[in-house]
């Protein structure tokens, strides 16, 4: 059976978003090493004096490009591309997906000009009444209302296909795109509210002053759903294009698969003040009700490790896989594809244990602001996130353009240098962190440097030099598959798996959106209500800006 | 659909998935209360 | 089967079934911890204007430090700022072991955090914002306060000490 045909069009257009995708991260990665050699005591800042005029110039291309635009736009470009390519359609209004599209570019030229002017060295949270160039807000605003438009495009086109296609369950993947699409959407609410209606009149000099704790507020009401937007589309590929591509496995359960989306949805906003424990303006009863939503937010991942695991283990039994674990060795570790997913979840494993603790409440003042908070995040989104974009990439590109995968082999070892290298670099911020280290800082030069911490700083070092190899790596493979002379004989096979029971037998209460969406804006409005009204009422805008670097 | 892959898939049973999340949950817990003893330990902030 | 029912696979529905236990056990412990063994995270303590915080005569943090309340107990208040030189003021308090302190910390123009070196005193420290958290030192000895969060290119350079003597 031949598969679903997208057009030239159509491919060029998801094809777009990985190039910027990618040249973003190109840009971004560079300055990731930098900060671990710094770290390490070997600092390289002095030399990039004449374009790059601080460490945190650097860290906050490095956070902007690598945590908001490469991840926002290869999420966008797989989305799009997964519900074209399962619903069978068109999208359809190509035009305003293009629209969106082009905003979000736009978006990055504005923030970018500032930032590499050095004119919002601001870290990628932006938090008031660190003031940057008004440039910069317009940027963000326009990549964020960019993504909805897209988003837009894509309920369009699942309306369409609603409309077209009565009583029929809706494929997993397309179904899951447009939720991750749908989340976006609901979360990105809290960081548009912070920017229209405070950061950009106050850059613009309409008002005086902004009140910080409410933008903190606003901002972590997108912040932690944020993780979510980058982790669901690697959750999409895990559960259902991995199994199939490790070894013809199948999905083990399709409706835990879409329950646990669902819990995702409903969940993963009303829980942001878990960023704000210590935050002096926010009262403890409720810091302690999102961290209770906190804990069941950590279900849904539960079941997905569950459901991915079981359906490897399926395509592991089925290429002859034995004994308890042996099955793993089974999988096909040779495909690019698959080694950069499968290691991407390992490690998942750790950012997952890394992230309930920090979200645990009183625990969190053990860990708040330090070192370990980095050597989380690098865990999830930059390995879970990353490393499984990296790995669809391997496919995706080639299907898309229809040339070879360059040098499969060096694609296997940029899995491998990235997964050990973040290791190295992850467990050392993750100990260094728990000593008391603090995040955000030059440790190199910090004054205030116990002995004990270098040989860990020593190991940020090492790991980030791996990293920096991987990164090569990887930006090899892409341009020389890019321009690959080699063309595919055949177009490359979208890997996807079925799922072992027919999703028709899913029960309808997990195909229909309505009452899922009315009631992640009732439990939203309920938590977050009484605490923003509360805010807002007391609001002072007394912090003019500074300009402080 | 496909009657035949369906009995054999009702044969797989996870073991070796409860294998992995064994491991998995053990480390949870391990690393979740370390640092939740050091939590206690320093004592308490009112 | 034809009817559309939930399948849910045996080891899968145990698997969720611990999974739950597991995360209301920990949800217990932290409750535990924070109602029981009163290790809490900050309250909303008092607002001020951030502008005059530093200068106003009536403000503590015009005249920032150690005030004792009653033998042993003492309240430390202090401010933050990255203007003009990335320092909290005082730069160092003194105690004796044993005493329990109370941190009044805001800040006079950006956010800081404070995080008092292996103790759990760690919080952010916002502009308009007073944070207070209460620790007991129970060994001698020297307790950095190390900002926590991104003030600007001096936020590396930014910390103070607690000594506890014996």
């Given amino acids: ?549 | 659909m496909a009657k035949k892959d369906k009995d054999d898939d009702d044969e797989f049973r996870p073991t070796g998935t409860i294998a992995v999340l064994t491991i998995f949950v053990i480390t949870l817990i391990a690393i979740w209360a370390t640092i939740y003893w050091i939590l206690v330990g320093r004592g308490g902030t009112l | 089967m034809s009817a559309k029912n939930m399948h849910i696979d045996r080891y899968e529905r145990n698997w969720m079934i611990f999974s739950a236990i597991m995360l209301v056990l920990f949800a217990t412990a932290v409750s535990v911890a924070a109602f029981g063994m009163g290790i809490q995270v900050p309250a909303p303590e008092q607002r001020v204007d951030p502008n005059t915080v530093a200068t106003d005569p009536n403000s503590p943090w015009s005249n920032p430090g150690l005030r004792e309340v009653s033998p042993g107990v003492y309240d430390a208040y202090i401010l933050a700022h990255a203007i003009p030189n990335w320092e909290f003021l005082p730069k160092e308090i003194t105690v004796p072991v044993g005493s329990r302190v109370s941190f009044y910390v805001t800040s006079s123009d950006v956010q800081h955090g404070f995080n008092i070196q292996n103790t759990n005193a760690n919080f952010m420290v916002l502009p308009g914002q007073v944070s207070k958290l209460t620790i007991t030192f129970k060994n001698p000895g020297t307790y950095n306060y190390i900002c926590t969060e991104y003030c600007g290119v001096g936020h590396g350079v930014m910390y103070g000490a607690v000594v506890v003597t014996p």
């Fill in chain 1, 1 to 549: 059976m031949k598969q679903y045909q997208l057009s030239t069009g159509e491919k060029k257009f998801i094809g777009s978003h990985l190039l910027v995708a990618i040249l973003a991260l190109a840009v971004g990665s560079l300055f990731g090493p930098l900060q671990a050699f710094e770290h390490a005591g070997w600092d390289f800042y002095p030399y990039l004096k004449p374009f790059i005029k601080s460490y945190y110039q650097g860290l906050t291309v490095h956070g902007v490009l690598n945590a908001l635009v490469w991840t926002t736009f290869f999420i966008m470009g797989f989305l799009t591309f997964n519900v074209t390519f399962a619903l069978k359609r068109p999208l359809k209004n190509p035009t305003l997906n293009k629209v969106g599209f082009w905003l979000m570019v736009v978006g990055v030229v504005a923030a970018a000009i500032p930032i590499l002017a050095n004119e919002a060295t601001v870290l990628f949270t932006f938090y008031p009444p660190l003031k940057a160039n008004w440039a910069f807000y317009v940027g963000l605003t326009l990549v964020v209302v960019g993504s909805w438009v897209e988003g837009w495009g894509l309920f369009m086109t699942f309306a369409a296909w609603r409309k077209e296609n009565p009583n029929v369950r809706s494929p997993f993947v397309a179904f899951a795109s447009v939720l991750t699409a749908l989340l976006w959407q609901i979360c990105t609410l809290g960081v548009a509210v912070e920017i229209l209606t405070m950061l950009l009149p106050w850059s613009l000099g309409l008002i005086e002053g902004v009140d910080p704790q409410l933008a903190r507020t606003y901002f972590w009401f997108t912040g932690h759903p944020l993780v979510y937007f980058w982790l669901l589309p690697a959750y999409i590929s895990w559960y259902a294009m991995l199994p199939k591509q490790a070894g013809n496995g199948k999905m083990f359960s399709d409706s835990l698969a879409r329950l646990s989306f669902w819990i995702f949805l409903v969940l993963s906003t009303p829980l942001g003040f878990h960023h704000q424990y210590v935050d002096p303006g926010v009262p403890p009863v409720w810091k302690f009700i999102h961290s209770m939503l906190t804990f069941g937010v950590f279900f849904p991942s539960m079941m997905t490790a569950f459901t991915v695991v079981a359906s490897l283990e399926h395509a592991g039994r089925k290429q002859g896989g034995k004994g308890a674990l042996a099955w793993i060795g089974k999988l096909n570790w040779s495909d690019p594809s698959v080694a950069a997913q499968l290691l991407a979840g390992i490690l998942f494993f750790f950012g997952g244990i890394g992230g309930l603790t920090n979200a645990s409440y009183n625990v969190n003042l053990v860990l708040h602001n330090t070192a370990f908070i980095p050597g989380h995040f690098h865990l999830t989104v930059a390995t879970a996130v990353t490393l499984s974009f990296m790995g669809i990439s391997y496919w995706l590109l080639p299907y898309l353009t229809g040339r070879k995968l360059w040098n499969p082999k060096w694609a296997v070892a940029q899995a491998w240098t990235w997964f050990i290298g973040m290791i190295i670099f992850s467990n050392a911020m993750h100990i260094v962190g728990l000593q008391g280290a603090p995040r955000r800082v030059p440790l190199g030069l910090a004054p205030y440097v116990p002995a004990e911490w270098n040989s860990r700083l020593f190991q940020v070092g090492v790991g980030g030099a791996i990293l920096f190899i991987s990164g090569a790596l990887y930006l090899t493979v892409m341009l020389k598959t890019a321009l690959n002379k080699e063309k595919v004989t055949e177009e490359v096979e979208v890997p996807m798996a079925e799922a072992m029971q027919d999703p028709a037998l899913t029960p309808d209460w997990l195909d229909r959106w309505a009452p899922w969406i009315y009631g992640s804006l009732a439990l939203i409005v309920l938590v977050y209500g009484p605490v923003l009204f509360d805010m807002i009422k007391n609001i002072a805008l007394t912090s003019p800006g500074f300009r402080v670097w």
